[in-house]
């Protein structure tokens, strides 16, 4: 019961705001895939329609580690990507909370680990690791954020009956 009450406090959290606030953090040593899977990202979150991509008082964060490989020649260069969602929880009272139930019982709705982040706490989910050629990387955002809308989002937009106006 703990575990149901926590995930409805989590999925609660989320609309406080008109739209969700993400934030897209990316560490990749390759500068132009960097700034292109960057820019594809944003690109297709805003696409949603009800998600604005910020760089502070986030409700979501996709972190995002990647780094390239190549054939022993050198010769074809790719890409492998891991993404981990996370939810932030900014309010105080939330913090403790959630922070009682994590210690009650280890939390088994697919969200793995709660802890202190800054002002906030997160809660630590959904990871997948993506792989391809440097000219996927377009498709490999687009299902991104495909991922991040069905199995984050959607659940919310879902329980609370909130529509989401996509954009063209």
Known sequence: MKQASLMLLW??????AENFRVNVDITFADAPLRARLTSRLNSELRRLGDVDVVDDRTDWGLIIVGMTSAT??????????????????????????????AKASHSNFGWAYVMGYGDAMALFGNLAVYAGSESEIDETARDIIASFDTATLLPVRKLFQKPRAQQP
């Open 72 to 101: 022993k020649g050198g010769a074809q260069k790719g890409y492998t990507i891991a993404v981990c969602t996370i939810k932030y929880l900014q309010i105080d009272g939330v913090k403790k909370l959630v922070g009682d139930v």
């Open 11 to 16: 999925l609660a959290c989320s609309l406080g």
